[in-house]
């Protein structure tokens, strides 16, 4: 069997390290291990830990950003609730699958401040789906799809916040399954949502 790229193998064993060690206890070092290469090797593809976490999140994740920032460039046939519909599933395994690996962040003071002010480097963060799903929101209102007096931001952080807050409450460590399964607690969010924005008839 072939040998996947230096570059894949030092994904693969970032995003398996941080979702059962967590982020903050985890070294580059132990990730090159892992990944069967030299630290060297790893600066190499990636500038430092915090680098490495986008590229994980973008790359070994559910795809939530690409699906956003498609909608918001061309909305495409589908209904806005339709829409709505699979960026709340998108977004709840994103947030699921994220919420633990960047939660160990928040222990660590100093590694949270490093990793913000990387972030912000990169131009990047948390804030990026909220302000995609506020511009895909606005580009529908345009449209006409939804109502000219709704708030695109506060319904994209309604939206969003519910996706993160099953992650939260739901954490799969607890062994405490959530009232609905995934692709009910999607369509229900995207119907709630679209009877506070959606234009009149």
């Known amino acids: 069997m072939e040998k996947k790229p230096t570059r894949e193998r030092i994904l693969d064993a970032a ?3 941080w979702t059962t060690v967590g982020l903050a206890r985890t070294t ?3 990730i090159a ?4 290469c030299s630290e060297a090797a790893l600066y190499k593809y990636f500038a430092g830990k915090e680098e490495l976490f986008v590229a994980v999140l ?3 994740l559910p795809r939530l950003a690409p699906l956003l920032d498609r909608l918001a460039a061309d909305p495409g046939e589908r209904g806005v609730e339709e829409n709505l519909t699979e960026i709340a599933r998108q977004a709840a395994l994103f947030y699921a699958q994220s919420f633990p690996i960047g939660a160990s962040l928040y222990a660590e003071t100093r590694l949270k401040a490093r990793h913000d002010a990387a972030l912000r480097r990169l131009d990047t963060g948390p804030h990026r789906p909220i302000e995609s799903l506020d511009a895909y929101l606005r580009t529908e209102q345009r449209a006409g799809r939804v109502s000219p007096g709704a708030d695109t931001f506060a319904a994209a952080s309604l939206l969003l916040g519910a996706c993160v807050q099953r992650a939260f409450a739901y954490d799969a ?3 405490k399954e959530p009232p609905q399964d995934l692709d009910t ?3 229900s969010l995207a119907r709630t949502l679209m009877a506070g924005i959606a234009a009149p008839e």
């Open 15 to 17: 995003h398996e390290l």
């Open 28 to 30: 580059t070092k132990e």
């Open 173 to 175: 460590k607890l062994g």
């Open 185 to 187: 607690f999607a369509s």
């Open 33 to 36: 291990r892992g990944a069967g």
């Open 58 to 60: 973008s790359e070994r």
